[in-house]
């Protein structure tokens, strides 16, 4: 787990450097772009975790793919450079989203349905989550047949079962008493 607190500790000390430069939010937006892209390319994935590729050719195509990003996240890449920590990029692009979350008050709902959502259901889960927080929410959607309908909402470390699925096991649990 060392390279998850590397990665907080690296994504700390860039929030703070774009905060003091308000560019935080810009640098939020390269650093979704960052997770998803690494996250989203197995090729690329493979290229940065790779140790016997040289940091200098990382930071190279790092910086050839992402040539548009806020120069405070080039910053990151020269600190990645200099420390041969490019394998956790990803690890950092992810954290300091999470902390750029946390300071602007910002929660995330994850919502897991057993289809995409719609209006209706969105409608739904919008409802229960103003019972859960008062904050500012941004919903992650998952979809996961398994849960047959209805939804699962955790916002931190609540949760709230409305799925059909769990409905049946309460039920066939109710029935075998």
Known sequence: MASTRAAIRYAKAI???????????????????????ITGNLELSSFIENPLIKTETKKDVVSEVFVSVNPVTKSLFHLLLENKRFEILDAIAIEYNNLFDIMNGIEVAKVTTAIAMDAALEAKVSAKIATFSNKKITIENTIDPSIIGGFILRIGDKQYNASIANRLQVLKRELSN
């Open 15 to 37: 929030l703070e450097i774009a905060d003091s430069k308000k560019v935080a939010s810009e640098v939020s937006a390269d650093m979704a772009l960052i997770a998803s892209t």
